[in-house]
């Protein structure tokens, strides 16, 4: 099955500074790789999505997230946090089966400090 | 606009009663799921279905069972509540894949469940 692995359950990062959250994955395959946003006491958002071709993607609120195939990994990043980007973030996997069902991470709390 | 609802937000019952959650949406979507998101363990996946009549077991589906008489509603019932179901539980919908393509999953807004 396929999964993915998120470390660090809680990210504290100073306002203006770069957001950078970690993601991998494992398939012998690429499959789908995705990063959703939780706010508080929201349901998931969807901030980007790989699904083919280009491996650098842009997302909403100034996200974006870069595929390396060699490296099994889908990094999220953010160059400047605003307070705003206080929230819980997931990376999450799907087969390219046509199952669309997603396997998600353990999920980061990022917490930005003033 | 199309959405997705969860009835009701908040619940509270008694270990050993049937808890029946509900999930509604109106994109006429044929995908459906159910997950349960718990502090450590992310969202994992529940049941989901592909269509009316289809259900299909997640990784973590013992306690709960589901059913599709429509396109629109996916309820959760749990048979027997437990303390081990207090959670969080998220249903999401998504149009049918289509093979070299991928259809996002949209999300309703989430049943706190607390079994006492």
């Known amino acids: 099955a396929q999964s993915v692995t998120q470390l660090g359950s809680h990210v504290s990062v100073s306002e203006g500074a770069l957001v950078l959250l970690r993601c991998n994955y494992s398939s012998s395959v690429p499959p789908y790789l995705f990063w959703y946003v939780q706010y508080p006491n929201q349901g998931l958002q969807l901030l980007l999505k790989?699904?083919?071709?280009?491996?650098l993607v842009k997302g909403i609120n100034g996200f974006e997230a870069e595929f390396k195939k060699s490296e099994t990994s889908f990094h999220l990043t953010k160059p400047s946090a605003h307070m705003s980007d206080a929230a819980e973030y997931f990376c999450a996997v799907s087969e390219r089966s046509g199952n669309n069902r997603l396997a998600f991470g353990k999920g980061n709390q990022v917490v930005v400090i003033p | 606009d199309a959405e997705i609802t969860q009835s009701p937000r908040h619940k509270i019952t008694e270990t050993g009663r049937q808890v029946t959650l509900a999930c509604h949406q109106t994109?006429?979507?044929?995908?459906m799921f159910w997950y349960r998101q718990d502090l450590g363990h992310g969202l994992r996946l529940i049941h989901y279905?592909?269509?009316?009549?289809?259900?299909n077991k997640g990784e973590v589906s013992d306690g709960y069972s589901v059913s599709r008489s429509n396109t629109e509603d996916l309820p959760l019932t749990l048979e027997s509540a437990a303390s081990s179901q207090t959670s969080v539980y998220f249903c999401a919908s998504s149009e049918s894949e289509v093979a070299g393509s991928y259809n996002e999953q949209f999300f309703g807004p989430g049943t706190r469940l607390t079994v006492l």
């Open positions: 790989y699904t083919s071709a280009a491996t």
């Open positions: 994109w006429n979507h044929n995908n």
């Open positions: 279905s592909y269509g009316v009549q289809d259900t």
